[in-house]
């Protein structure tokens, strides 16, 4: 490590230092605060993936894995505030995904967990396979219109990180 003169506060530098725009709130605001951001990014990843079916323009915003590392990394290269929040939505929108009541996500676990409870008996294989189609092609055609735009993103204009 080596110090480095910083011409705005006037003094010499060596290591890091947190910088950022401090807002204090009562833990109430903060918890407030927090939940709402976190239902608004649910609810829009409810709603994005339900308009891929119907929206070509929904089915391009979508990116894959290859795509959100990329977004993460460009904005490391920004602000590291933003790649934090980028990492958050993105970890978010998994998880949201990941609770879909589709075989063979978790929340498809859940659903026939439940479904079995409240029928008070077993359900049949036969039935939940079938089912669990479903949830394997919707997790295909995710990947695929994210992979798929991806690959395009890195032929052409790129991610468009700000």
Same mark, same amino acid.
């Given at each position: 490590?080596?110090?480095?003169?910083?011409?705005?506060? #006037?003094?010499?530098?060596?290591?890091?230092?947190?910088?950022?725009?401090?807002?204090?709130?009562?833990?109430?605001?903060?918890?407030?605060?927090? @939940?709402?951001?976190? =239902? +608004?990014?649910?609810?829009?990843?409810? #709603?994005?993936?339900?308009?891929?079916?119907?929206?070509?323009? @929904?089915?391009?915003?979508?990116?894959?894995?290859?795509?959100?590392?990329?977004?993460? $990394? $460009?904005? !490391?290269?920004?602000?590291?505030? +933003?790649?934090? &929040?980028?990492?958050?939505?993105?970890? &978010?929108?998994?998880?949201?995904?990941? &609770?879909?009541? !589709?075989?063979?996500?978790?929340?498809?676990?859940? !659903? =026939?967990?439940?479904?079995? #409870?409240?029928?008070?008996?077993?359900?049949? !294989?036969?039935?939940?396979?079938?089912?669990?189609?479903?949830?394997?092609?919707? %997790?295909?055609?995710?990947?695929?219109?994210?992979?798929?735009?991806?690959?395009?993103?890195?032929?052409?204009?790129?991610?468009? %990180?700000?």
């Amino acid at each position: 490590m080596r110090p480095r003169y910083d011409a705005p506060s #006037k003094r010499m530098l060596i290591g890091f230092t947190f910088d950022g725009n401090y807002v204090k709130q009562s833990l109430g605001e903060s918890f407030s605060l927090a @939940a709402t951001r976190s =239902w +608004q990014i649910s609810r829009d990843t409810v #709603k994005a993936i339900a308009r891929i079916f119907y929206s070509s323009k @929904a089915r391009n915003d979508v990116s894959g894995v290859v795509g959100s590392y990329e977004v993460t $990394q $460009q904005s !490391f290269g920004f602000d590291t505030t +933003q790649a934090l &929040l980028v990492l958050g939505i993105i970890s &978010l929108s998994l998880a949201v995904v990941n &609770l879909f009541p !589709f075989l063979p996500l978790d929340g498809g676990h859940i !659903f =026939w967990a439940v479904a079995e #409870k409240i029928r008070g008996r077993p359900i049949p !294989f036969s039935v939940m396979e079938r089912a669990s189609a479903i949830g394997f092609i919707l %997790v295909v055609t995710l990947f695929v219109i994210g992979l798929s735009n991806d690959i395009g993103r890195l032929r052409g204009e790129g991610f468009g %990180v700000r």
